[in-house]
């Protein structure tokens, strides 16, 4: 028989039991639509991560006041910083640093006009800018002159802008800190979620002079909560982490064996961390679903023994009339391979408008690649000889005259 | 010389019924039919006159001895070109029909031309001129169960017919008919013999049916009891 005809058969008997046949091609709908859907979400989740760590700046430390112990890290409120503003000039020395930016950050009150927005307010030096590698889309950053001075100037985030000025450029406009007038000298670039979660754009930067005296109080003179550090090299950043322990220990006159009262984090490695475990985690979502994958198979291999046993008759009648083993097989496979392919099909477009569904719902982000879906449309195909042949060659072995005696 | 369509040369065929046992439902059996013949094949129930006509239709083999099909050794032949023998050379009326129920009347008669090799809309073309010779041409979109049994046995005839082959074989092909309707297929199979030639084998335990042909072949307990003129045979039965 003509391969066409033989797929018209195929077809056929696939239209004949509708309900047979959506079963049977539910377990495929259900085992591709999970493999795009959690390949979605896992790559959304890598996609996340990566965003983030680009958005951080590279080759970053971060100094915190306070220890870390075993517990955790001890710091929150109620700890006075241990960090100085003269520590961080001293570390701008070291030589495998390139650039060191004292934060001491608070929250505050945003007041343009009618508009009043709640957040983040960081007194910092310009050395952050480009610690964080952290460009502007207008305006520009404040100088050493504004810290040596402490001018009431702002550098706005994204966020900040959004609600307090909408789609009005804000540079060159006064809006009111905490009651004090401040000039908007420049908006931030977008950055997005940072690796904890928080919106990096919700955040102003002002003068760490100014924070100090003219917006937080001189509660701790000269005090810094914590401070960011570029290496100068990714290579260099186990010798720029040594230098940055000893030389505070010096500086804060500890004692050989006394606690470090401040933390050194290598947020470089973090990330990398994070990248790891969140591709560990998105394989493992894939391979559970590919679980999925396989039942669906097993499925139409089932549901296609069952079919031979009940068409036993049939194929006598078809080999009466001169069908070839060939024709048979070919028949049986074509089923299966038709079920797991429409299944397939059905499948990868549930599991794309599933992970759009989760991103609008949920908020997660998905990332729904070509190859994701081509992936699991190729392993349902495989599935589908693999599982189909079984039952075909049985069908195809039958004896022309049991098949015909079969009641 | 006029070789013979069909030459049985001593046919055994014994069922294995379990623990080493067997039942012989063909004991030695010899005989041949020309081109052209109309055959009727008489005998009690359990005789072995389907099991001959399995191993004569290509669908079983026989334990030992061998058949010939239009001079070829069917036991030397593979399993396609068996299949090939009975698209090709054969066609089959069964007593239960056996047309396939989901598929229309047309797609049914139409099968056989599929696996010659035709695409679907020749063989749609001759399938449908072929339920118009057994005037049924208007029922090609139906269904098998919408039927009755005289109009399904023609599409069975209709379809053993499609491929043009030399011989029809038949196992009781009025068996579920009554006897009007079984009168008007043995007419037919006599057209067919008649005007085109064609090799017909009957089964059937009617006299009525069997006269119809015009040799009769006599099996008791799997074994040729007489071969003959029909009213010959049915006459040294009777007695
Ligand atoms: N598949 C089979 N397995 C075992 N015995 C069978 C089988 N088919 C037929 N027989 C036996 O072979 C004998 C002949 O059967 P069959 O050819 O069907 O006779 P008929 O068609 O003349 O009624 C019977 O005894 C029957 O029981
Ligand atoms: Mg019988």
Avoid at chain 1, 25 to 43: E, K, N, S, Y
Avoid at chain 1, 149 to 162: D, E, F, K
Avoid at chain 1, 371 to 397: N, T
């Amino acid at each position: 028989m003509i391969v066409r005809e033989i797929l018209g058969e195929a077809g056929q008997s696939m239209g004949a039991n509708r309900l047979r046949t959506g079963l049977t091609m539910l377990g495929m709908i259900i085992g591709v639509g999970a493999v795009v859907l959690m390949l979605a979400i896992g790559q959304g989740a890598q996609y996340m991560v990566s965003e983030s760590i680009a958005s951080m700046g590279s080759n970053l430390f971060i100094v915190l006041s306070g220890s870390s112990t075993s517990g955790g890290l001890r710091t929150g409120s109620g700890t006075a910083p241990t960090l100085t503003l003269k520590d961080a000039e001293a570390i701008e020395e070291l030589p495998d640093v390139e650039a060191v930016a004292p934060v001491m950050p608070n929250n505050a009150p945003l007041i343009h006009g009618a508009s009043n927005w709640s957040t983040m307010v960081a007194g910092t030096t310009p050395s952050y800018f480009a610690a964080r590698d952290w460009s502007f889309v207008s305006g520009e950053g404040f100088t050493e002159n504004d810290v040596r001075s402490a001018t009431r100037v702002v550098v706005l985030g994204q966020r900040v802008v959004q609600n307090l000025f909408g789609d009005e450029d804000p540079v060159g406009t006064t809006i009111r800190i905490k009651n004090s007038p401040f000039l908007v000298l420049g908006v931030l670039a977008p950055k997005g979620q940072s690796l904890d979660g928080r919106d990096q754009d919700d955040t102003a930067l002002v003068p760490v002079t100014t924070a100090q005296r003219q917006l937080f109080g001189d509660q701790f003179p000269g005090m810094v909560r914590f401070m960011m550090i570029k290496a100068r090299t990714r290579e260099s950043m186990p010798w720029a982490e040594q230098g940055i322990r000893d030389l505070l220990r010096s500086r804060h006159r500890l004692r050989p064996g006394q606690e470090d009262d401040f933390t050194v984090r290598n947020l470089t490695a973090l990330a990398q961390t994070a990248a790891g475990t969140t591709r560990a985690m998105s394989m493992m979502l894939g391979s559970i679903a590919s679980v999925s994958l396989l039942v669906g198979g097993i499925g139409i291999m089932n549901i296609m023994l069952v079919s031979v046993t009940e068409r036993t008759r049939e194929i006598g009648i078809r080999m009466a009339i001169g069908a070839r083993r060939r024709d048979i097989l070919l028949q049986f496979l074509f089923e299966a391979l038709m079920i797991s392919l429409l299944g397939s099909l059905i499948g990868a477009l549930v599991g794309f408008f599933g992970a759009f569904a989760v991103s609008r719902i949920v908020g997660m982000t998905v990332v729904v690649t070509v190859w994701s879906v081509l992936l699991a449309f190729l392993v349902a195909a495989s599935v589908g000889i693999f599982f189909g042949f079984y039952p075909a060659r049985k069908a195809a072995g039958l004896r022309p005259i049991e098949a015909l005696r079969y009641q | 010389m006029n070789r013979p369509l069909i030459r049985a040369v001593d046919l055994v065929k014994s069922y294995p019924i379990g623990a080493g046992e067997s039942v012989a439902a063909l004991r030695h059996v010899d005989f041949a039919i020309d081109a052209g013949e109309f055959v009727s094949i008489m005998g009690p129930s359990g005789s072995g006159k389907s099991t001959l006509m399995n191993i004569l239709g290509c669908l079983d083999t026989a334990t030992t001895g061998h058949y010939f099909l239009n001079g070829q050794d069917s036991g030397r032949l593979s399993a396609d070109a068996l299949a090939a023998l009975r698209n090709r050379l054969i066609g089959f009326v069964f007593q239960g029909f056996n047309l396939l129920p989901r598929k229309t009347i047309l797609d049914n008669v139409a099968l056989p031309l599929l696996y010659a090799g035709l695409n679907r809309p020749e063989s749609h073309r001759r399938a449908a001129a072929g339920l118009e010779r057994v005037g049924l041409g208007s029922l090609a979109r139906q269904r098998p169960n919408q039927l009755s049994g005289g109009q399904q046995q023609r599409v069975a005839i209709a379809r053993a017919l499609v491929n043009e082959p030399r011989l029809i074989l038949a196992d009781e092909p009025t068996g579920n008919l009554d006897s009007r309707t079984s009168e008007d297929i043995m007419k037919l199979f006599g057209q067919l013999n008649e005007a085109r030639g064609i090799t017909l084998i009957v089964v059937t335990h009617e006299p009525d049916i069997a006269r119809h042909a015009r040799r009769l072949i006599h099996v008791v307990d799997g074994m040729i009891a007489g071969d003959g003129a029909v009213e010959s045979v049915l006459q040294r039965t009777a007695s």
